[in-house]
């Protein structure tokens, strides 16, 4: 699997970009804030529906769009098939702006107003209009990021969210009933307030409970899944990495008494009968204390937690060698092989990380990677390489006299200026 084309309107800091790409290297470099990571974000905003770099899908539309309106078109080719992915961006609540360039009239900010009926986003798939659950995974990625190295010492939230990023790209099902857990938890927990004030009826809590059972056991069960395949390839990741000299334990640590060998039944009939005895304890906090939204993963190396006992090193190890296996399950999973994104990741590494990962390249199809410069890649590495310098959202190529792909390009035009805080927002 790759992508082929990439066109993108009004994306960030890219007004207009139809760039042609293909199997093999893609190496993106330039200083920071020029759109580098921009690139990466709509690649993945393609196989997701939405940003790995934004709180709000609204952010990834340029301020000065004069639409309000951004959008990304890509082509996919896939083993047994070629695929058009399209998605609109709205941003119904723009910021009010201040044309450019400076006019000699004096300037006046213009409040910008859109229906408020107007959606946020629309998606096709070949043309035709689709629900975001029918597009995300029709193109599959895996992202490399400097936020990824502290998958170990991160937030519990970042390790769910690994989990459930690569979940919903291998089966819709299961990000289905993400989406409907999470709004039972919300609904739940304002519930819970309300019983605790005397408002409502505790018993108002079964028919929200029985959704919550059907779905927690279906995500808890995806997940311990999921870790299980995880821990077969880290292990070997982590291995050749250390020089055999540690040995890697991924596990899932859900809120509630679970066991891997329990089948969909037999978690819900648990986790039922824990959220009922937990039910005194949840309204008098308020909260939802069980359930995969509460989940967390932990990683032993040599048998010992390495967030507590590790060394930097070895997390970053760790985080590493369970994001490479995260690449192997989904091709195992799915028999696609997934674009790989490295966004500015191997400036975080070590020389002997770094080797490593980079050894990994060129064994997959497609890898699109962003550096600030070409200095940390072996000449070797370079010369098979496409290479294109980023400057304020215009891309160059920087090609050796091997044949590369083509680019069309519309640089930004002298009233579209684009500050370093418009593309990190």
């Known amino acids: 699997m790759y992508l082929s084309r990439l066109s993108l309107h009004n994306f960030r800091n890219y007004a207009d970009l139809d760039l042609t790409l293909g199997p093999g290297l893609f190496i993106f470099y330039g200083e920071n ?5 921009n690139l990466l974000e709509a690649v993945s905003f393609l196989a997701t529906a939405t940003s790995f770099h934004a709180t709000s899908d609204r952010e990834v539309v340029s301020w000065y769009a004069p639409e309000h309106i951004a959008r990304i078109e890509g082509a996919v080719k896939r083993r047994e098939s070629a695929i058009e992915i399209e998605t ?4 119904p609540t723009p910021p009010s702006v201040v044309p450019q360039p400076a006019s000699p009239a004096k300037q006046e900010e213009i409040p910008i107003e859109l229906p408020t009926n107007t959606p946020r986003k629309r998606l096709k798939l070949n043309s035709i209009p689709r629900r975001t659950m029918e597009v995300i ?8 990021a400097p936020a990824d190295l502290h998958l170990v010492d991160g937030s519990p939230d970042e390790r769910r969210r690994f989990l459930d990023r690569a979940l919903c790209q291998v089966n819709p099902r299961y990000c289905q009933a993400l989406v409907k857990y999470r709004k039972i938890v919300t609904q739940r927990a304002a519930l819970l307030k309300r019983i605790r004030d005397n408002q409502e009826d505790p018993l108002m809590l079964d028919y929200l409970d029985e959704q919550l059972t059907n779905l927690a056991a279906q995500i808890t069960h995806e997940r311990l899944q999921m870790v299980i395949a995880l821990n077969q390839e880290a292990a070997v990741f982590q291995q050749k990495i250390s020089g055999g000299r540690e040995q890697l334990q ?6 509630f008494k679970t066991d891997e060998i329990w089948n ?21 906090q308020g909260v939802c204390l069980l359930g995969p939204h509460r989940d967390d993963i932990e990683f032993l190396v040599n048998d010992m937690n390495v967030l507590t006992y590790g060394s930097r090193g070895q997390q970053r190890t760790a985080a590493l060698s369970t994001k490479l296996a995260e690449l192997a399950y989904m091709r195992a999973s799915t028999g696609d092989e997934p674009v790989l994104l490295f966004d500015d990741v191997f400036s975080e590494l070590d020389q ?3 080797e490593y990962l980079l050894e990994q390249v060129f064994q997959h199809e497609q890898v699109l990677l962003t550096a600030t410069d070409l200095s940390s890649f072996p000449g070797e590495i370079a010369a098979r390489a496409n290479i294109f310098k980023v400057s304020n959202g215009i891309l160059q190529s920087a090609q050796n006299n091997h044949t590369s792909p083509t680019t069309e390009m519309a640089p930004l035009s002298a009233d579209e200026p684009l500050s370093e805080s418009h593309e990190q927002r």
């Open 137 to 144: 995974g029709q193109m599959k990625v895996v992202l490399f």
């Open 250 to 255: 991924v596990l899932y640590r859900p809120s």
């Open 352 to 354: 002997a990380r770094r």
């Open 33 to 37: 804030a020029q759109g580098k990571t």
């Open 88 to 91: 609109t961006i709205f941003d």
């Open 264 to 284: 969909h039944s037999e978690v819900a009939q648990h986790y039922r009968s824990q959220l009922h005895t937990a039910r005194r304890k949840e309204i008098l």
